[in-house]
């Protein structure tokens, strides 16, 4: 889903689940996405909180087949 985007939850520190979208975005491998005002709440002014960072561990396949191979070439330009 790191080329094509997808909707997931992401926990805060207050227990709430966040929907972030990546709809609109390629997620390369080590992105961190900065999200304003989840974070943990500020030492002295506990009413303002500060970013929340989520960080992308994109995995690949170790292997893919022919088939697979074919229809990836097929549907990415050429590099």
Do not use: H, W
Request: proline share 9%; with cysteine.
């Amino acid at each position: 889903m790191a080329l094509c985007g997808v909707i997931f939850e992401v926990p805060t520190m207050t227990g709430e689940k966040l929907r972030i979208s990546t709809k609109q975005e390629i997620i390369k491998p080590n992105t961190v996405k900065r999200i304003q005002g989840y974070g943990l709440p500020f030492p002295k002014e506990p009413s303002r909180k500060g970013d929340l960072l989520v960080a992308f561990d994109i995995k690949f396949p170790d292997k893919l087949t022919s088939s697979e191979k074919e229809l990836l070439n097929d549907m990415l330009p050429n590099s």
